[in-house]
């Protein structure tokens, strides 16, 4: 049978997992569950869901940071945050329309599965917003590092080795952000044709140009539908005008830029961020790519000899989605070997048996490998948080 | 410091000629006078002439240097530009300092991919002035940066003036090549964005030279804005200014720069730079905003007009490139120009910016309560201070009380919710102080980790952690 906890706070979330420490009862560690579908399967008896634990701790708009606990529910942080024009930069993706599970994101899962989106170009990750923890490691013991303010390099950051370890070191139990200023207005160029090389080409002139772009991304022709760059731009409305209109002719050798203006950019650029762009059908794999910009295009040609791909480039290029991946390990060998040294593959999608046999993540270099085990065994030494579901064994 | 460890002061000859079997005679430094250039860095209260320097010109000679050193059971300190003002590159006796000055070549810019690949004895300006014919350039940009290296940016992360924006280095550094301490050479990250899982570039940014020898770095270069501008205003009280502070970030903006300086310190950099600082003011804020003409002029106009509320008793916009230069000079030399005048010593705490007010007069009352005087120049968009604290360091009596002070000041910016260090590391100046941010369990974790790294602490092993309570030492292998 498989039990849930619910503790409510933090000592109660410590209580339970020494407990479990010292049964070698290992725990899935959970916050709202709608990204329970990524990584590799966790075999645990008892799942411990931070979902109680809730509450914003401490906001200070003049000051531009936000605490909360780590259940709180992501909306509840944005809602609040957009009623005094503010917001988190990292603008975290929704990973529900692409995995398929229900429930709440909460800010503790969008910390320890690092989640960002289309501005993380210009604004950074989760983990460069990120500027303090609270946590329970995996033997129960309290911890913090960073804290409330926007600068802190006292002692290791911790901060950052624990954004994206999805559960697997400690518990989060309270996050602290920086925020930044909701900006008054957004627009988007949109060149329409460009293959994926030149698309990528536009998409750096533009990240090159000193005007601010907060956003670059291209999905490629499919269908009916003709290939389309986008570029973003946000800020004082006279400010995104006059910049709209001097990168517009700056990019005229990649010809006409439309714009989309206002409510119709920022639900374009929801559609990049949650991935739905991509316009997958349900059970296809689905690959999140990081390598640098000018490599994407050759990659993506690489992969579709092998297999049937739909593709949507983020960040200048420098991330790639591809749908697609045949065979048993969803494409893994193919995208992993075309990659090469470049970058990292995960496998955000794929069925339960695919996840079980495939890395899903990265294969690390061997000495990092046997680094990152020690550092699991320092802050886990029962093995008993998310055993296995970033690597084997870890 | 730690006892200095006879059996390795009598193997010197030994280990200076197995580090000049490496890396040749002439990059291994012997005699007592130019083993005394190292003997100390920016914190120059503590020094300490090293058993030897020794200058490896590549990753594999650092990597060679590193093993043949940990075999022996030596303790090591990496050094860049020895800027440190936490004593973060300050030597022990039985220790050898690997320096990276001679690798200082920039070794590649992709200005599509908009990153560059440095080797790490670069200095931190040279980056910038690589790419600046481009219109680019690397984005933190630490007080010190025509002086200090990429090494040890990325090890303090440090930040500077325009962090504001920009972040500071562990938003900015995407790879890095480094020599754990049994001689293998691992590459951390890459030219990519983000790590594919466990953020190891992360923890390692910050960790002080004690996880291993960083020899190369992948950072992000930015195009620069169109242009920039800073303006000054002067208001009567640090109240003003700091409640003025806050008015404008909430407002939405986030201008790339808002410096502060006090009384004290403005006379000071007035004197050396000329910038044109008001004289008669509390209070010094140089903000700075960026973007094109047109986008300058609304946001010059938008803060002007958010600060009228506050009644600044001066406001100059910058007319001139010249004029710029002159008002960054007088803020960037500010430490040097203090160093003329007096000995100090160089606080970086950081505090929650509503307590600006509320903090500045406590510490003007803490230094007064030790007979000493306290100038403030710091980043106050951020909160991070930088009282210097004024004394005589002939007098170690002065001293003696000067760290008191220091001491008192940090201890009050974690009582308001800050902390210790926001930028110039812990090193040996902050080690004891740790007790005060951070549970025996927080610094119990931190420590396992440095064993992982490192399990006979040779890196460094002095700094960052209070000499008690440390854990075991696994025996040498
Ligand atoms: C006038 C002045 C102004 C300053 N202004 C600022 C400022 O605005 N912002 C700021 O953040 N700092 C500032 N500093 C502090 C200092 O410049 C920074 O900490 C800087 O990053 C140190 O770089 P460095 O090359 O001099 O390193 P060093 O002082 O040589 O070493 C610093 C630390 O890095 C470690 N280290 C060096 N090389 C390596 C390596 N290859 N691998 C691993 N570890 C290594 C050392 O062991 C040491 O712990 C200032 C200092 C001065 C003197």
Known sequence: MNVTLLPKDENEIAAAVANAAAQRLPLAIMGGGTRAGLGRPVAAKATLSTRALTGITLYEPAELVLSARAGTPLEEIETLLAAKSQRLAFEPMDHRPLLGEGGEPTIGGVVAANVSGPRRIQAGAARDSLIGIRAVTGEGEIVKSGGRVMKNVTGYDLVKFLAGSYGTLAVLTEVSFKLIPSPETETTLVLTGLDDVAAVAALSAALGSPFSVTGAAHRPAFGREPARSFIRLDGFATSVADRAKRLATDLTDYGKAEQLAGRASVSLWQTIRDVALLGTAPKVPIWRISTRPSLAPALVETVRRAFEARVLYDWGGGLVWIAGGEGRDAGAAIIRGALGGNGHATLIRASEEVRSAVEIFQPLAPPLLELTRKLKRIFDPAGILNPGRVYAGL | ?477
């Not at chain 2, 320097?53 to 093993?67: I, M, Q, S």
């Not at chain 2, 973060?88 to 070794?107: H, K």
């Not at chain 2, 940014?205 to 920039?228: D, N, P, W, Y």
């Not at chain 2, 991070?384 to 220091?406: Q, T």
């Open chain 2, 1 to 477: 410091m730690p006892p200095v460890r006879a059996e390795i002061l009598a193997r010197r000859d030994e280990i200076v000629a197995g580090l000049a079997a490496i890396v040749g005679e002439e990059h291994v430094i012997v005699t007592e006078d130019e083993r005394r250039a190292y003997e100390a860095d920016a914190l120059s209260a503590y020094r300490a002439v090293p058993l030897a320097v020794v200058l490896p010109g590549t990753t594999e000679e650092v990597a060679a240097v590193v093993r043949y050193l940990s075999e022996g059971g030596v303790k090591i300190i990496a050094r860049g530009a020895g800027t440190s003002l936490s004593g973060g590159a300050l030597p022990s006796p039985d220790a050898v300092v690997v320096g990276l000055a001679r690798m200082n070549r920039i070794l590649s810019v992709d200005y599509e991919n908009r990153i560059a690949r440095v080797e790490a004895g670069v200095t931190n300006i040279n980056i910038t002035n690589t790419v600046a014919h481009r219109g680019f350039f690397y984005a933190p940009d630490p007080s010190s940066q025509l002086a200090c290296t990429i090494a040890g940016n990325i090890a303090m992360n440090s930040g500077g003036a325009h962090c504001l924006k920009y972040g500071v280095t562990t938003n900015n550094v995407l790879g890095i090549r480094m020599v754990t301490i049994d001689g293998t050479i691992v590459d951390i990250g890459g030219d990519h964005l983000d790590a594919a899982s466990y953020d190891l570039l992360g923890l390692i940014v910050g960790s002080e030279g004690q996880f291993g020898i960083v020899t190369e770095a992948t950072v992000r270069i930015l195009r620069a804005a169109e242009g920039a501008r800073p303006m000054l205003m002067g208001f009567d009280s640090a109240e003003a200014a700091g409640a003025c502070v806050a008015a404008i970030i909430a407002s939405g903006i986030i201008p790339v720069a808002i410096e502060y300086m006090d009384r004290p310190a403005i006379k000071v950099c007035e004197a050396f730079a000329h910038a044109g600082y008001p004289l008669d003011v509390e209070a010094l804020l140089i903000i700075e905003v960026e973007g094109s003409e047109a986008e300058i002029e609304d946001l010059i106009g938008r803060i002007t007009s958010i600060a009228s509320g506050f009644a600044p008793s001066t406001t100059r916009v910058s007319k001139s490139e010249a004029e710029s230069a002159a008002i960054w000079k007088g803020r960037k030399s500010a430490f040097g120009a203090m160093g003329r005048i007096s000995d100090y010593m160089c606080m970086d705490g950081v505090i929650p910016t509503s307590r600006l007010p509320d903090v500045l007069k406590r510490v003007g009352e803490i230094c007064a309560s030790y007979g000493l005087a306290v100038a403030n120049i710091f980043h106050a968009g951020d909160g991070n201070l930088h009282p210097l604290i004024l004394f005589n360091a002939n007098d170690p009596k002065e001293l003696a009380k000067a760290e008191e002070a220091g001491a008192d000041v940090l201890k009050l910016c974690v009582e308001v919710g800050g902390c210790l260090t926001g930028e110039h590391g812990v090193g040996i100046e902050k080690r004891d102080l740790m007790g005060f941010q951070f549970s025996a369990v927080d610094l119990g974790l931190q420590m396992r980790i440095k064993s992982v790294f490192d399990p006979q602490w040779l890196l460094n092993p002095a700094k960052v952690f209070p000499l008690d309570g440390r854990p075991p030492l696994a025996d040498a292998a």
